[in-house]
């Protein structure tokens, strides 16, 4: 029954603590100790990890430990020149340092930490595994090992021995190895890493990759020394490459089929279970049955070569809204059909067409705006197919390709400039719809702005490389960068 307002009961409770002048001071003091460390905290990232100078700073030192350690252990004779290096990046470091060059400073300082901690790896006699992404299309997932989770991939991504790597129907990807291979995850596979080994002490690298369904395509490099190898098995094959080569793998879990195509350098097959291999050299390929019978071997039909339109081609429509592409490629003897593969992205993880036509030309009807990646393979009578040619790009623009009186140069941003092995991997961004080359070598932009790419260093030493981008108007900006290559 709910109360009237004469039944209820006022009460008033009283309660109280005492509290010391110590307890006072002490609280004081922890208030003033949270707001320095949350204050520190704020100036160390959002001011002193901004400051030019301060990274230079740090990363110098920590090039020092670094060096430091190294060289209070003992040194075998192959790691002299590893030594060698990280001192003399130490002192250029320092030296742009002085001279307020503060990011030739901390890229030098980088890699003497990189030299040096090649160099602990070899005292230690340490094996240095490593593959990363290098570039992912679409819905790409990573499951680690002795885990249950898949998780998103993402560019740069390290990746370890027991990673699986598992691409949907609309994605693909491709993983750079410690030793230079690249291997492309083709849309609808799943790939597990096996084992990565490399021996600073005896040079000899070995990268074994399990295809557990779908399709990978690998470029191998050439070998440090004998005893590297590249190995790609499935469940009733092991396909293992000892020197620079292209191939594909693609194996059938419901037929327990696998087939493989070598492009160039050569392959050899067997069984899981060991015997006798088979050799297949370049424009050759073969299957392999649910038994591990490898089948004879079949040549595969010569790669088209690519006529219309050229490489990186602007194409513009006026006023329309859209408009036909003509396609065009040389005959491959023999080949009576032709597959035409386009797409919107470099790894052609979702086709705009994929057809077979009779002749060696095509066109492409109501082609609106974009970017537009396009590559050909040929066919013999009984389905055979070959190795598929360049990728080449082209870009529809409609109306003007700039506005008239345009003098202002396009950006060109260097986000990560990362040696690995004898390569760099570089990512960066320009302005979208620039050419953009290193050296003279054209690297791909895709719409946005942003490029990515793998550029072989093809000496030992320091090496200068000079980015150049130029805008439909015809301004260029030009960076450079340098790295060191070493060899052990």
Known sequence: ??????????????????????????????????????????????????????????????????????DGEKIPDEGQDLKATAQRLLADSRRHFDAANFEDATRAAEQSQMSSRRLMSLIKGEAARSAQFYKIEGDVRVKRAREMVWIPAEKGMALSAGDQIKTSSRSAAQIIYFNGTITTVTPGSLLEIKELYDNPSTRI??????????RIASLTQEPSTQGSYHEIATRNSVAVTQDRASLEVAY?????????????????????????????????????DRGSHVSEKKLLPPTPLLEEPIDHKIIQLGDANDGPVDLSWQKVPGAKRYRLQVANQALFSDTLV???????????????????????????????????????????????????????????????????????????????????????????????????????????????????????????????????????
């Not at 946005?448 to 093809?458: K, N, Y």
């Open 252 to 288: 059938d879990e419901e037929q327990g089929k696998t087939r493989l195509a070598v492009h160039s350098g050569k392959t050899e097959v067997k069984s899981p279970e060991g015997g006798k291999a088979v050799e297949v050299e370049a424009g050759e390929g073969v299957t392999v």
């Open 205 to 214: 690298q070995q990268v074994r990759e399990q295809l557990r369904e779908g």
């Open 354 to 488: 994929d057809k077979t036509v009779p002749t060696n030309s095509a066109t492409l009807p109501g082609t609106t705006e974009g970017s537009y990646y396009w590559r050909i393979s040929a066919l013999f009578d009984d389905g055979t197919e070959g190795p598929s040619s360049e990728v080449r790009k082209f870009r529809v623009v409609a109306g003007t390709l700039s506005p008239i009186g345009d003098k202002e140069p396009p950006i060109l941003i260097i986000d990560d400039f990362l040696p690995f092995a004898t390569q760099v991997i570089v990512r960066g961004r320009t302005e979208p719809g620039a050419l953009l080359s290193v050296d003279g070598t054209r690297i791909d932009v895709l719409d946005d702005g942003s490029f990515t790419s793998v550029i072989p260093l093809r000496r030992t030493g320091v090496v200068k490389l000079v980015f150049t981008a130029q805008d439909v108007a015809g301004n260029t900006t030009r960076v450079e960068r340098t790295v060191t290559v070493d060899t052990y």
């Open 1 to 70: 029954m709910p109360l009237n307002r004469g039944d209820r009961k006022s009460s008033l409770s009283l309660d109280w603590f005492n509290v010391s002048y110590r307890s006072i001071v002490l609280f004081v003091l922890g208030i003033a100790t949270v707001g320095a460390v949350v204050g520190g905290g704020i100036y160390y990232k959002y001011i002193y990890q901004g400051d030019p100078r301060a990274r230079a700073a740090e990363a110098i030192a920590s090039a020092e430990k670094y060096l430091e350690q190294a």
